[in-house]
């Protein structure tokens, strides 16, 4: 079980504007910023938005991020069929010595 | 164009050790923070360790805490992962990442394709 939960699964049709959330807690979302990463299958992850919505060089202006509280939201605009893929958020978690989480990622489905 | 290849995967029987490696280019390693982070088949992304740019700091995840060493060679641009103690749940693919931040936000910014270590017997 993930420390972030993440929807397992989300889908649109071309051209619709999608969401994926992501709930933490005060230890990780609430205390720290949240990055994204796509992973297609088969190949590793990519950066995709990192503290809370910036977007790496690269990265489409269609996805958008933010956070609020303790949760978090990726959001893709004109959906395109390339987009699907899994999406992971993750945050750095304060408890004790600290370390990196993740969400249990969402398969994003384009119909 | 920063790379950074994995290697020393396969098949291990429980209980064996496996050593990985991670060989960077494309950027200043010396400078760089690195991570390990692994994936079972068909499941989501685990951090499992954390070293700083000159090597004095460490950090695991609870699941490899005592099993797992991380270290790194700067002078041969090398990351390290030497996995002792194997169990059937390592099995997955080790990824390593380089750590940067943004005013003090880290994220993890350029991946290694992977190595999968099998534990099976």
């Known amino acids: 079980q993930s420390v972030l939960t993440q929807p397992p699964s989300a889908s649109g049709t071309p051209g619709q504007r999608v969401t994926i959330s992501c709930s933490g807690s005060?230890?990780?979302?609430?205390?720290?910023?949240v990055n994204w990463y796509q992973q297609y299958p088969g190949t590793a992850p990519k950066l995709l938005i990192y503290?809370?919505?910036q977007r790496p060089s690269g990265v489409p202006g269609r996805f958008s991020g933010s956070k609020s509280g303790t949760s978090a939201s990726l959001a893709i605009s004109g959906l395109q069929s390339e987009d699907e893929a899994d999406y992971y958020c993750?945050?750095?978690?304060?408890?004790?010595?600290?370390?990196?989480?993740f969400g249990g990622g969402t398969k994003l489905t384009v119909l | 164009e920063v790379q950074l290849v994995e290697s020393g995967g396969g098949l291990v029987q429980p209980g064996g050790s496996l050593r990985l490696s991670c060989a960077v280019s494309?950027?200043?390693?010396?400078?760089?923070?690195m991570d390990w982070v692994r994936q079972a088949p068909g499941k989501g992304l685990e951090w499992i360790s954390y070293?700083?740019?000159?090597?004095?700091?460490?950090n695991y995840a609870d699941s490899v805490k005592g099993r797992f060493t991380i270290s790194r060679d700067n002078a041969k641009n090398s990351l390290y992962l030497q996995m002792n103690s194997l169990r059937a749940e390592d099995t997955a693919t080790y990824y390593c990442?380089?750590?940067?931040?943004?005013?003090?936000?880290?994220?993890?910014?350029?991946w290694g394709q992977g190595t999968l270590v099998t534990v099976s017997s």
């Open positions: 990442a380089t750590e940067d931040d943004f005013g003090e936000m880290w994220f993890f910014q350029h």
């Open positions: 494309g950027f200043t390693f010396s400078s760089s923070q």
């Open positions: 070293i700083s740019a000159s090597g004095t700091h460490v």
């Open positions: 005060r230890s990780n979302i609430g205390s720290n910023s």
């Open positions: 503290a809370n919505d």
């Open positions: 993750a945050a750095w978690d304060d408890t004790l010595t600290g370390y990196w989480v």
